[in-house]
């Protein structure tokens, strides 16, 4: 339980390098699907049924390795399941989907699990994502938290149910940072210099760049992405930031290597119970709130059982299950009380380490961390080709 591991080993979003770029662009010139009708989505539904089997895809990482709540799911619905950890990248996985999709061919999966950006805006947009039967989720409809029910994109929940979230926010190691950071301005103190970690991921330091110019990513234009392009070139030539980081950029923190990062909450907890000296803050001027979700994509053939295993991970006690081994953010906010519970009949250091996680806001933000999150900017496919090149002109040069 208190191991250091990031789930992530392999994550990057949208836009990281010109192979991802590549893949990304190879699908979104196909025609934007129109949003389902009602009773089209009805109509649907009714010719589905329930066949036994599921077929889920994931990201490494994202389910205990005895595969218990899956385990239960069979038992409790008879239904049998095939579990793949096959989902590294959301450009990647994407660039791969799409031909297969645009050609009216399943993918084999009847469900993926995707991080809200550009990738996923695509999958829906393109009629990739089944609409989901809104009557067969009792509870999520019961047991999901009200940020989770709201998402940007993906207003009422049509096409995703969130599996997990995280905050992207700053992480210091406390041997060399003895100050108490609060702002984003860290990043930016002459007083770090070549000791500050940045993301290379083109959504993500673009976030940061516009939150530290005090602009919501959401609502931001050409001109504001311009401007936070020159601030974080500003930065890098002012030798700031010592690199741009995928995923290593923990081990750097941990180590030494450099001072304080924009860093995966996650990452950051699983590194504290370990007892290496790392702290996690949300900055007071705003940082990312980032959910990987649930979809049932196009052509999948059992969309039923598969809506059977989404809604079920929205039972409280399999959510708890699911998230004492991930230690990222849980979409149910009964999981909290839950690890409560547990930790009071455990001993030693796994009682410690429930209660570590109970207790942490990295685990389960506050209502003041969630007032300061947002989500990534939300790009057509023109706009992308204008976004991405002035913040990777920044990370790759």
Aim: charged fraction near 25%; glycine fraction near 8%.
């Amino acid at each position: 339980m208190t191991q250091p591991r990031t789930r992530r080993d392999a994550f990057r979003l949208a836009g990281l390098s010109a192979a991802g770029l590549a893949l990304a662009a190879c699908g979104v010139q196909g025609q934007k699907a129109a949003p389902a009708k009602p009773d089209a989505v009805k109509d649907y539904w009714a010719k589905q049924k329930k066949n036994g089997k599921v077929v889920f895809a994931n990201w490494p990482e994202y389910m205990p390795e005895d595969h218990g709540p899956l385990k239960k799911f069979q038992q409790e619905t008879g239904i049998s399941y095939e579990y793949k950890e096959v989902i590294n990248e959301n450009a990647e996985f994407f660039g791969k989907a799409d031909p297969v999709l645009r050609a009216g061919q399943s993918l084999g999966y009847d469900i993926v699990v995707m991080t809200n950006g550009i990738q996923l805006q695509h999958m829906i947009e393109l009629g990739y994502a089944v609409a989901l039967d809104q009557t067969k989720m009792p509870n999520f409809q019961a047991n999901a938290g009200a940020k989770y029910k709201e998402r940007s994109y993906d207003p009422g929940n049509v096409h995703t149910m969130p599996f997990a979230s995280g905050v992207t926010g700053i992480a210091y190691n406390t041997k060399y940072v003895k100050d108490e950071l609060t702002s984003i301005d860290a990043l930016f103190d002459a007083k770090y210099e070549g000791r500050v970690g940045m993301m290379a991921d083109a959504q993500e330091i673009a976030n940061f760049g516009m939150i530290a110019l005090g602009i919501d990513p959401e609502k931001s234009t050409e001109d504001d992405w311009k401007k936070a392009g020159e601030k974080l070139k500003a930065q890098r030539e002012a030798g700031l930031v010592r690199k741009y980081y995928d995923q290593n950029y923990i081990d750097a923190v941990s180590k030494g290597d450099v001072w304080l990062t924009m860093a995966w909450s996650g990452d950051v907890f699983q590194r504290q119970l370990a007892g290496e000296p790392v702290k996690f803050y949300v900055p007071e001027e705003g940082g990312t709130i980032w959910t990987d979700n649930m979809l049932i994509p196009k052509g999948a053939a059992n969309p039923v059982d598969a809506m059977a295993l989404m809604d079920f991970f929205y039972k409280p006690e399999i959510a708890a299950e699911l998230d004492e081994y991930i230690q990222f953010v849980t979409p149910v906010p009964a999981v909290q009380q839950l690890l409560k519970e547990k930790a009071g009949t455990a001993t030693g250091e796994d009682k410690q380490a429930l209660l570590d996680m109970a207790e942490s806001p990295l685990m389960f933000p506050t209502e003041a961390d969630y007032a300061k999150l947002r989500n990534y900017t939300k790009l057509t496919t023109a706009q992308e080709q204008v976004f991405n090149p002035i913040f990777q002109s920044i990370t790759q040069a």
